[in-house]
């Protein structure tokens, strides 16, 4: 019996978790990203001219966050905006950088920015 409420409490969760999910994709966003975006700050781990990955944490809480770099993603090398084009030779594995991404059907980099 415990077994069954618990999937019934997981399948309803599902449920009103899905709703907002269904109806944020029918409201058209203020940009390419869209209007919420989440920010981590860690070392690259790897970097190529169209992805980013950043590890964050560390030990049993390390985690990989990679996301899609787009013509209009904003890239800021020492407090200068810099060209996205310019990432791959601006941005090395082991920089410590901030992403700020966006969430939609894969993570997109809105901004990144190496002090």
Not at 13 to 20: A, E, I, W, Y
Not at 63 to 69: E, K, R, Y
Not at 89 to 115: C, F, P, Q
Request: proline share 4%; hydrophobic share 45%; glycine share 12%.
């Amino acid at each position: 019996m415990k077994g069954s409420l618990k999937a019934i409490a997981f399948f309803g969760l599902m449920t009103l978790l899905s709703v907002p999910v269904a109806v944020s994709l029918l409201v058209p966003f203020g940009n390419a990203f869209g209007s919420t975006g989440k920010v981590v700050s860690g070392k690259v781990a790897a970097v190529g001219p169209q992805a980013i990955v950043v590890d964050v944490g560390s030990g049993k809480n390390l985690l990989d966050v990679g996301a899609i770099v787009q013509p209009d993603t904003k890239l800021t090398v020492e407090g200068k905006n810099a060209p996205i084009g310019d990432l791959s030779k601006d941005v090395l594995v082991g920089d410590t950088v901030t992403l700020r991404y966006a969430m939609t059907d894969n993570l997109y980099a809105e901004h990144i920015t190496k002090k």
